[in-house]
């Protein structure tokens, strides 16, 4: 499967962003879909994750402020973010595996069989 992120850009500290993945080449509805981010000088770190099911779990730093969800008809998986800070300034990356279960460590991008090229997110002050 194919993935392209989007929607990143330039924000203010406290404002929103929506990042869209569109999936291509495989049956979308199969796959556990994850958000990684990294920040200049740091290892690529887990945001969240939405399972087959529509199932969601979050890092610790994205509980309550950030939001996954898809669309099966659309291919697509979507991370609205809100009240960003200086902190959440990275790369964000979709990542993509088929099959995953409840049990796998869902927030080890070794997981993911599939990956987008990221997107750049600057949240400025």
């Known amino acids: 499967v194919q993935l392209q992120a989007s929607g990143g850009g330039l924000v203010q500290v406290g404002g929103s962003l929506r990042l869209s993945c569109a999936a291509s080449g495989g049956t979308f509805r199969q796959y556990t879909m994850g958000w990684f981010r990294q920040a200049p000088g740091k290892e690529r770190e887990f945001v969240g994750v939405i399972w087959w099911s529509g199932h969601t779990n979050y890092a610790d730093s994205a509980k309550g402020r950030f939001t996954i969800s898809r669309d099966n008809a659309k291919n697509a998986v979507y991370l609205q973010m809100n009240s960003l800070n200086a902190e959440d300034t990275a790369v964000y990356y979709c990542?993509?595996?088929?099959?995953?279960?409840?049990?796998?460590?869902?927030?080890?991008?070794?997981?993911?069989?599939?990956w987008g090229q990221g997107t750049q997110v600057t949240v400025s002050s």
């Open positions: 990542a993509a595996r088929r099959g995953m279960i409840r049990s796998a460590p869902y927030y080890s991008s070794e997981e993911y069989h599939y």
